[in-house]
């Protein structure tokens, strides 16, 4: 198991597209966070699964944004409607089912809307 | 709400150099504060995390200290090398709910050869 993996690593979509990410999380690591970083900010906490289970999503999640993991293995992030607001670094994070334990970050999806 | 600050903004020191990094926080209730590095355009690597009952974690030339009474973390690199320029952030891990860590903006720090 090599870590947190993410795809794809760049996007560039044309605004009012709908876009989809994908995060593969360690393998024993029941719990994925979805967070955004955008350009000189510390990431936000943007949604998280306990398994299949979406236990928290935060303000800064839209309703044209939803994410899912179906068999509490990858997530998938899907944004519709993109907007040049929408231009940041999507980065996913895995821990061991406990809250309180280190989480693991992938290198991130960079979203460009034109 | 938690809020984490981090001082100062940017660092830029000589090879060498023993450097502190500081990070602040608002609510004390937390289960515990991570350190983590990230390099122009990549994800965050974790560096260090320290629980809520612990003081200190030490890793290499790196150590990172907890005072949750007084809200404060800092990060001690030891002997700077250029390979450790970075964005270095620290995030609290609150509990009462929200699940998420909170961040700091980061303190972007440049070792000069």
């Known amino acids: 198991d090599t870590g947190v993996s993410q795809n794809p690593r760049h996007k560039i979509t044309k605004r009012g597209q709908n876009v989809t990410f994908r995060c593969d999380p360690i393998?024993?690591?029941?719990?994925l966070y979805w967070y955004r970083q955008t350009l000189g900010q510390g990431p936000e906490f943007l949604t998280y699964?306990?398994?299949?289970?979406?236990?928290?999503k935060s303000r800064l999640l839209s309703d044209r944004f939803s994410a899912e993991r179906p068999k509490g293995s990858f997530s998938t992030l899907e944004i519709q409607r993109t907007e040049q607001g929408d231009s940041a670094m999507y980065l996913c994070?895995?821990?061991?089912?406990?809250?309180?334990?280190?989480?693991?970050f992938g290198q991130g999806t960079r979203l460009t809307v034109v | 709400k938690q809020e984490v600050t981090q001082i100062p903004a940017a660092l830029s020191v000589p090879e060498g150099e023993n450097l502190v990094l500081n990070c602040s926080f608002t609510?004390?209730?937390?289960?515990?504060l991570q350190w983590f590095r990230q390099d122009p355009g990549k994800g965050l690597t974790s560096l260090l995390l320290?629980?809520?009952?612990?003081r200190e974690q030490t890793s290499g030339r790196l150590n990172a200290s907890l005072d949750k009474s007084s809200g404060r973390s800092t990060l001690y690199i030891a002997a700077s090398q250029p390979g450790d320029s970075a964005t270095y952030l620290c995030?609290?891990?609150?509990?009462?709910?929200?699940?998420?860590?909170?961040f700091g903006k980061g303190t972007h720090l440049i070792i000069q050869p």
């Open positions: 994070a895995s821990s061991v089912q406990a809250g309180n334990t280190e989480a693991f």
């Open positions: 393998s024993e690591h029941n719990r």
């Open positions: 699964f306990q398994n299949e289970a979406q236990l928290e």
């Open positions: 609510d004390s209730a937390i289960y515990n």
């Open positions: 320290i629980q809520s009952s612990q």
């Open positions: 995030a609290a891990h609150s509990g009462g709910g929200a699940d998420g860590l909170t």
